[in-house]
C-alpha cells in the first residue's frame, strides 16, 4: 500500500524589489576604468574618435547607476522570487528534462560560444563532428537519410516542411493543383498554421469514436490536390493510431507527401521509426525529447530529417564527412534557402548530442518504457481524484508518453476553474501543469507528462497536491479562486495588459507616460 507524500509548507520569498531603473543614484558606480594609456592613444589616436561621428551617441545611455554589491543583491533577490518553473514540472507536451549542468558549462566556454560558422572548417573540426554525429544518431532513430538542424523549434520544423513540400511540387510541376495539405485537430497547431503560412489550404479531420480520425474520413478528403499529410502520432491525448502505415499509403496513392511531428516521440522512440512507417519527413524536438533547454525560439532546435528524395530541397549549408574530415557545403540548386543561420544553435545541438551519447540505445529504450509507465501510473491514480476525468475514458487501452484529462467536473460542481487549479498548485511549490492547445476537445483540460525523467516521489508529491487542490475545491472553493497565496505577486489583473497607455516596454516609453502634463 502506498503512504501519500506529505504536502510541504512552501512559501516563495517576497522582496516586494523595484526594477533595477528605479535602484539608480547619480554618480554611483561599480566598475571605475582607468585612463587610456598615453602609449596606446599615441598609436590609435583619442578613443572617442575611433567610432564613427555617424555611430557616436548624442547622450549618454540611461543605464541605471549602482554598485556592484546593489547589482549582486537585486539579481539575487529577483532570483529568489519564483515567478518561473522552479518546481515539479510536469509539463505536457513540452516534456521538461532536466539540463546537466555539465552541459551548460560546456557549452558556454569560448571554444564553443566564439565559434563563426565562416572559420576556416579545419578550425571547426570538433563542433562539426559533433553536429554531423547528432544527424547519423537521428537517422538511426527515424530511418531518415538526411537532418538539418537550423529550424528554431518544431515549429520552424514543420514550417521547414510546408516549404519543402512547396518546392517539391513545384519541381514536378504540381504545386498549382497540390494546394491541400491534411492535418487532424489533435495534432500540434504549428501543422496547421505552417501549412497556412507556406500558402496552402488545410483540411482538418475529428476525431472519432477511437480518439483519432477513421480510415474512410482520411479517403473522404485524399484527392489530386493533396499535398501533404502532416500529423503526430501519438496525440496528447495519449492515443496511438494503429492505422497509420495505411495513412501513408492512401496519401502517398494520391502523389503526397508525409510529415510525422515526432513531438511526442518519448513514448516510441527507439520502439518505431518514421521512414519504416513510410513517413518521408518527420521532425523532433532537441529541447523536449533530447534534454536540452526549453525556451520560446531561443535555445529551441527543431531537427528536421528527411528522405534522399527530399534532400535537395533541404536549407544549407550541411555538413558533410569526406574522408574523416568535416566541411560546410551549400545547400542544392533546390534548396528551398536557409530558415535560420547556418547549422542553428549549436549549443542545443551539442546538449542533445551528450544526451544521446549519455544514454545508448539501452537508455533510450529504458527511458521510453519508463514514460509509458510513469503515464498510465498517473492515469490510474488521477482518475481516482474526486472531480478528475481522463479523455476518451471509453478507450480501453494504455495511453503512450501523455494523457490529457478534464477537470470539466470540478468546475460543474465547484465553479472552481483549471485556471484557478492552476494558480493553486504554485502555492505547495509545484509548476503549474499544462492545458491543452487551442481549440479545447476536451472542456477543462489539463495534459500532465512524467517522461523518464521524475521519480516516483516526484510524481506521487505531484498528485498529492493536485489531489488536495480538488479537495478544497468542494470544501473550501474561495482558497482555490483566490489563489495564489504563498508568492510574491497574487492574482493579476489582465486588463491593463491590453491598455497600451498604461504600459510599456522600455523605460523611456515608462517615464513618458507617467510624465504629468
Known amino acids: 500500500m502506498t503512504t501519500k507524500p506529505a504536502l510541504r509548507r512552501y512559501h516563495a520569498a517576497v522582496w516586494d524589489e523595484p526594477i533595477v531603473m528605479e535602484m539608480s543614484y547619480k554618480g ?29 551617441r548624442v547622450k549618454r ?38 539540463n546537466a549542468r555539465l552541459n551548460e558549462a560546456i557549452t558556454s566556454r569560448d571554444e564553443v560560444a566564439e565559434l563563426h560558422p565562416r572559420q576556416h572548417p579545419d578550425t571547426l573540426q570538433g563542433a562539426l563532428h559533433i553536429i ?42 504540381e504545386l498549382e493543383t497540390r494546394d491541400e495539405i491534411i492535418t487532424t485537430i489533435q495534432s500540434h497547431p504549428c501543422n496547421p498554421a505552417t ?20 480510415v474512410e474520413a482520411l479517403k473522404s478528403v485524399v484527392s489530386s490536390r493533396t499535398a501533404a499529410l502532416m500529423v503526430n502520432n501519438p496525440d496528447d491525448m495519449g492515443i496511438y493510431n494503429p492505422n497509420i502505415k495505411e495513412w501513408v499509403r492512401i496519401v502517398h496513392e494520391a502523389g503526397g507527401l508525409c510529415f510525422y511531428d515526432h513531438a511526442n516521440f518519448n513514448g516510441v522512440m527507439s520502439r518505431l521509426r ?49 574522408d574523416g574530415a568535416y566541411r560546410l557545403e551549400p545547400g542544392s540548386d533546390m534548396s528551398i534557402g536557409r530558415v535560420r543561420e547556418f ?13 544521446v551519447r549519455a544514454m545508448g540505445a539501452q537508455g533510450i529504450a529504458a527511458a521510453a518504457d519508463i514514460s509509458v509507465l510513469a503515464n498510465n501510473y498517473m492515469t490510474q491514480k488521477l482518475t481516482q481524484i474526486r472531480g478528475v476525468t481522463c479523455s476518451h475514458p471509453h478507450v480501453d487501452a494504455w495511453r503512450m508518453e501523455m494523457t490529457r484529462f478534464s477537470l470539466e467536473t470540478l468546475e460543474r460542481e465547484t465553479g472552481v476553474t ?9 502555492d505547495f511549490g509545484i509548476d503549474a501543469f499544462w492545458l491543452a492547445h487551442e481549440p479545447w476537445i476536451v472542456p477543462q483540460p489539463f495534459t500532465p507528462e512524467a517522461g523518464e525523467m521524475w521519480s516516483k516521489e516526484d510524481i506521487d508529491t505531484w498528485i498529492a497536491v493536485l489531489e488536495q487542490i480538488c479537495h ?10 483566490s489563489a495564489p497565496h504563498n508568492h510574491p505577486a497574487g492574482r493579476i489583473d489582465g486588463g491593463p495588459l491590453e491598455d497600451p497607455s498604461r504600459w510599456a516596454m522600455t523605460w523611456r516609453a515608462h517615464l513618458k507616460k507617467r510624465a504629468t502634463p
Request: glycine fraction near 10%; include cysteine; charged fraction near 15%.
Open 132 to 173: 554531423h554525429s547528432l544527424d547519423l544518431a537521428l537517422r538511426e532513430l527515424s530511418g531518415m537519410d538526411s537532418f538539418t538542424f537550423q529550424p528554431a523549434g518544431g515549429a520552424d520544423a514543420a514550417y521547414t516542411h510546408a516549404c519543402v513540400t512547396r518546392a517539391y511540387h513545384a519541381a514536378r510541376g
Open 343 to 355: 547549422f542553428g544553435n549549436m549549443q542545443t545541438v551539442i546538449k542533445a548530442y551528450a544526451w
Open 472 to 481: 478544497e475545491a468542494y470544501t473550501t472553493p474561495d482558497i482555490v479562486r
Open 274 to 322: 518514421a521512414r519504416e512507417l513510410g513517413f518521408d519527413a518527420c521532425m523532433f524536438m532537441l529541447h523536449k525529447t533530447f534534454g536540452g533547454p526549453k525556451g520560446g525560439g531561443g535555445p529551441a532546435v527543431g531537427a528536421y530529417g528527411c528522405s534522399n528524395a527530399l534532400a535537395p530541397y533541404l536549407p544549407g549549408p550541411l555538413v558533410v564527412e569526406h
Open 195 to 214: 501549412a497556412a503560412t507556406a500558402g496552402f489550404k488545410v483540411i482538418t479531420l475529428t476525431l472519432e469514436e477511437n480518439g483519432y480520425p477513421s
Open 61 to 98: 545611455p540611461a543605464l541605471p547607476e549602482m554598485s556592484e554589491p546593489d547589482v549582486l543583491r537585486h539579481y539575487l533577490h529577483l532570483s529568489q522570487q519564483t515567478l518561473g518553473m522552479m518546481g515539479i514540472s510536469l509539463f505536457g507536451t513540452c516534456t521538461m528534462k532536466y
Open 28 to 56: 554611483r558606480r561599480g566598475v571605475l576604468f582607468p585612463e587610456p594609456d598615453p602609449r596606446v592613444t599615441a598609436s590609435v589616436g583619442p578613443s572617442d574618435q575611433l567610432i564613427p561621428a555617424a555611430l557616436r
Open 418 to 426: 483549471v485556471f484557478d487549479v492552476q494558480n493553486r498548485m504554485v
